[in-house]
């Protein structure tokens, strides 16, 4: 069911059984007498002229509040025949109520959103997203219920448990601004209704990334360079014991790569493949994310990537405040580059370019057969994060729960691996961005290296010819764009691909470009910081 129909189920049923209240015995005159009082004296003191009520219930106890105010109040709530009862009795000047999904709708602007017996009826998933919600709105303070002392299990959306806001995963402070008990349990549990200002949840938020967890995808063929990938990223990382690698290494045994000597091996997770049994980039990417293990966050590089210092910490940060304004950010970029000097894989050079590096489309005739199109590199001179409409594969940084979402199709080859991505992402309701000062590097050359393409010996023995994965790869591309493939590798139902083709001017059905997919004109001068306008 949705979260509307749960909750609307709830409501007709009167499932918590009270009989004052639909909103359950916790929203009686008797349970709030306390708040009641309290209230209008935390409306004062904190200069509140406008509440976000939400989500609001059935205004059972606040309406005998609002009397005693000067403030503007506006209630929510999911449950659509709710909302129209309280507007047709209690809407005036200074009240009135709104259907909302507070996991999705933007909030209004407020002095103050009260969300008292809400959290603990939803999933952590679903608290998160509501949490989001609220840190995107720039509402200063959150009014919150909370069970100082209990333990936060996980529950599926509709049920109940208490949950204690200062502890895991949310972490609120212990220094609340202003609190009201309204129960205290047998058991020690205290349950009140606790107010806490937007930089203190903002910071909540970001304290449980002090041990944060990344899965870090590498791919390989045949590649010298991989073991100095690998010793490059940890070394590099400032939360060292926070990295997990998933390796798909397409190389004889002990070609390039063994984790012998290395005191982090516990963290490797590794796949070898004999080269000739090699089914291209994006079946190896498919069964490195197999390897995902519940981590917070999954970036995913190529064999051949050299990293800055602390470069974990760089991306997480990135990415948090990306999510300030978007429930599913996903960082991508061209990375800066390094060569192997003379192709010695034991002298590298590094060098960075200035700006922001941004990826557009070729000229009109770039599209290939099979609704492929070439891309290219285009570089502004921002030092901000810009909306983005193309992907670079061999660096992404997204949340690890991608891996389940959106996972990697490994009937794909090579050809269409980012067009195809990027368009799922997309539909799946992820917004694409590309941030300065990626504290990646990549080797763009290939004259170190055996690529699959070039491997003459190995081609000769390989069951299935590379060049015939290929083509049935751009066929696939075509039975994604076009919806004929379904199911978990097939297009997402948050967007349409019209939606996408109106907002890049990549229109994959007619084979066209507009300016817009050659310059980026309209996107990336698109405020990052706001949703997307869609048709």
Same mark, same amino acid.
């Given at each position: ?14 499932? $918590?059984?009270?009989k004052?209240?639909? %909103?359950?015995?916790g929203?009686?005159?008797a349970?709030?007498?306390? #708040?009641?009082k309290?209230l &209008? ?6 200069s ?12 059972? $106890? ?6 005693h105010?000067?403030?503007e ?7 659509r ?6 507007n ?12 909302m ?9 407020a ?5 008292r ?5 939803? *999933?952590? +998933?679903d ?14 303070? #959150? ?7 209990t ?36 058991n ?5 209704? *606790? ?7 903002? +910071?909540? #938020? ?6 944060p ?6 791919? /390989? ?6 073991? /100095? ?23 004889? &045994?002990?070609?390039?790569? %063994? =984790? ?5 091996e &516990?963290q490797?997770?590794y ?5 000739? !049994?090699?089914r ?10 197999s ?35 978007h ?6 970029? !061209? ?20 700006g922001?590096l =941004? ?5 009109p005739?770039s ?24 992907? /670079?594969?061999?660096?992404l ?7 389940e ?9 090579? /050809?269409?691996e ?6 799922r ?13 990626? &504290? ?6 290939r ?5 699959? $393409?070039?491997?003459?010996?190995i ?15 751009k ?20 967007? =349409? ?7 890049t001017?990549?229109? !994959?059905?007619?084979?066209?470009? =507009? ?21």
């Amino acid at each position: 069911m949705s979260l509307e129909s749960t909750f609307t189920y709830i409501y007709e049923k009167n499932h $918590w059984g009270s009989k004052e209240s639909v %909103s359950g015995p916790g929203s009686t005159l008797a349970f709030t007498e306390n #708040l009641r009082k309290q209230l &209008p004296e935390i409306f004062k003191y904190y200069s509140i002229k406008k509440v976000f009520d939400a989500p609001c219930g059935d205004f059972n $106890w606040m309406q005998h509040v609002l009397p005693h105010t000067n403030v503007e109040y506006l209630g929510a709530d999911i449950v659509r025949p709710l909302v129209d009862r309280l507007n047709a009795e209690h809407q005036s000047e200074t009240v009135t109520f709104v259907h909302m999904d507070l996991t999705k709708d933007p909030y209004p602007k407020a002095d103050l959103m009260i969300c008292r017996d809400c959290l603990h009826h939803l *999933s952590h +998933k679903d608290v998160k997203a509501l949490l989001n919600n609220f840190l995107k709105s720039k509402i200063p303070y #959150l009014l919150t219920t909370t069970f100082t002392g209990t333990v936060n299990n996980d529950i599926k959306t509709g049920d109940y448990r208490p949950l204690d806001m200062c502890k895991p995963p949310y972490n609120f402070p212990p220094e609340i601004l202003a609190n009201v008990v309204e129960e205290r349990f047998s058991n020690g549990v205290v349950r009140e209704v *606790s107010l806490w200002n937007r930089d203190q949840i903002l +910071k909540a #938020l970001r304290h449980k990334e002090i041990s944060p967890k990344i899965f870090l995808s590498i791919i /390989s063929y045949r590649d010298p360079l991989l073991m /100095s990938t690998v010793m490059s990223a940890y070394n590099n990382a400032r939360h060292k014991q926070g990295l997990a690698f998933g390796i798909v290494d397409q190389a004889y &045994p002990g070609e390039f790569f %063994s =984790t012998n000597g290395l005191n982090y091996e &516990p963290q490797i997770r590794y796949l070898r493949v004999d080269p000739e !049994y090699a089914r291209g980039a994006c079946w190896a990417r498919n069964s490195a994310q197999s390897m995902w293990n519940g981590e917070n966050y999954f970036m995913q590089v190529d064999s051949h990537t050299l990293f800055d210092a602390d470069w974990d910490e760089i991306l997480i940060n990135s990415f948090l405040d990306l999510k300030e304004y978007h429930e599913k950010p996903v960082i991508t970029a !061209y990375p800066h580059s390094f060569v192997a000097v003379d192709d010695n894989v034991n002298n590298l050079k590094k060098s960075k370019y200035n700006g922001l590096l =941004t990826l557009v489309a070729d000229g009109p005739g770039s599209f290939q057969k099979d609704m492929y199109v070439s891309t290219h590199a285009r570089v502004l001179g921002k030092n901000e994060p810009s909306h983005a409409f193309l992907l /670079s594969a061999n660096c992404l940084f997204a949340e690890g729960t991608v891996c389940e979402e959106v996972p990697y199709d490994p009937y794909l080859y090579f /050809s269409g691996e980012e067009h195809s991505l990027a368009l799922r992402l997309w539909t799946h309701g992820y917004n694409l961005f590309h941030t300065p000062a990626i &504290p990646v590097y990549h080797h763009y050359g290939r004259s170190y290296r055996t690529t699959v $393409w070039s491997d003459a010996f190995i081609e000769n023995n390989r069951p299935q010819k590379w060049y015939n994965y290929d083509k049935n790869s751009k066929s696939r591309l075509s039975q994604i764009v076009t919806g004929e493939l379904t199911g978990a590798y097939g297009l997402g139902n948050e967007r =349409t691909l019209e939606q996408y083709i109106e907002w890049t001017g990549i229109d !994959y059905l007619n084979k066209t470009l =507009t300016t817009k997919a050659l310059t980026g004109d309209g996107i990336f001068d698109h405020d990052y910081r706001e949703p997307l306008t869609l048709p």
